[in-house]
């Protein structure tokens, strides 16, 4: 099993930047596609960024395409997400997963495996 710790996030105003982190332990994080997911209270959660094990691949939701990126850093055992021009909407609670499936691209929450806790982005108009 591998376990997944985010860190980065906190409040910035509308137009700033942050980045997310997500720390691997227990396994190597590229044996796993990785993903970012984001949720409001309320709201079911929603597909932020996902990257590929080998980090050749990735995705994004459409609300945040051209302003986030996401990165691995294999020798950190490390998922990044970097968030550009955040606006209020982007206010959530990110979450990082880890999948095991072949269809991880599927923006699906239920085909990733491994959670962490959340890191929470607010970010004032």
């Known amino acids: 099993q591998v376990q997944l710790v985010e860190s980065g996030g906190g409040l910035v105003q509308a137009g700033g930047s942050l980045r997310l982190s997500c720390a691997a332990s227990?396994?190597?994080?590229?044996?796993?596609?990785a993903g970012w997911f984001r949720q409001t209270p309320g709201k079911e959660r929603e597909f932020v960024a996902a990257?590929?094990?080998?980090?050749?691949?990735?995705y994004y939701g459409d609300s945040v395409k051209g302003r986030f990126t996401v990165s691995r850093d294999t020798a950190k055992n490390t998922v990044h997400l970097q968030m550009n021009s955040l606006k209020p909407e982007d206010t959530a609670s990110y979450y990082c997963?880890?999948?095991?499936?072949?269809?991880?691209?599927?923006?699906?929450?239920?085909?990733?495996?491994?959670w962490g806790q959340g890191t929470q982005v607010t970010v004032s108009s």
């Open positions: 997963a880890a999948s095991t499936l072949s269809n991880w691209y599927s923006g699906k929450a239920y085909d990733y495996d491994y």
């Open positions: 227990g396994r190597t994080l590229s044996s796993y596609a």
């Open positions: 990257i590929s094990s080998n980090g050749g691949l990735a």
